[in-house]
């Protein structure tokens, strides 16, 4: 059993509130949005009920992966409602560790998801993304910089994620890596690993 079927689509979007990351336009989404081109390839792990996919749906070419099927109902259902077309693959149910597809100019983890997978996963995960990009592309890995809270569930035990514990395996796959720091409205910091290709 996951974490996440303790968390309903309503509960989920009131942890990203609490986070700061809940806003009509999310502070994370903001600090995405410095990196992406019309016309982008992107692919969000972990894309949930659309909080940063129904920004990106529209603009570039999207596709977000969840492998919580409640939640992508709840992420159809507002595109559905706000009557934004949905293409047939752009929202899959699958884990990242199943995923087939390549040549994303830019792969998100957003709020958090890194914490879903353990030390080991992660550094298949990151790498399996970084062979998933276009030359020159981008990994950007959202997560909780030290001493700031995680959003507490039942049964929620995320593996933390920090630049700092990875910078040298990073620095090994990578061309270039670097860790921005950002506020969110609810004064929660929060690090952004740029990771390109």
Known sequence: MSVYDHVNCEKLNKFAE???????????????????????????????TGRIGKHLIKKYKYIGIDNHLPYLKCFEDYLT?????????????????????NDFDIIIFPWTVIGDFSKGEQLRVIKKA???????????????TKGTTYNEAQDYEPCRFYFDEWEEKLNKLFTTTKKILYTTPTKRVRELTVLKK
Not at 91 to 96: D, G, P, R
């Open 81 to 101: 409602k706000n009557k934004i077309k949905l293409g047939d693959n752009d929202l899959i149910n699958v884990s990242f560790e199943n995923f087939e597809g």
């Open 130 to 144: 970084k062979n998933q990009l276009k030359k020159e592309g981008l990994v950007l890995i959202d997560n909780p």
């Open 18 to 48: 609490a986070a700061g990351l809940g806003e009509k336009i999310p502070a994370d989404f903001l600090q995405f949005k410095k990196y992406l081109e019309k016309g982008d390839k992107i692919l969000e792990i972990g894309c949930g």
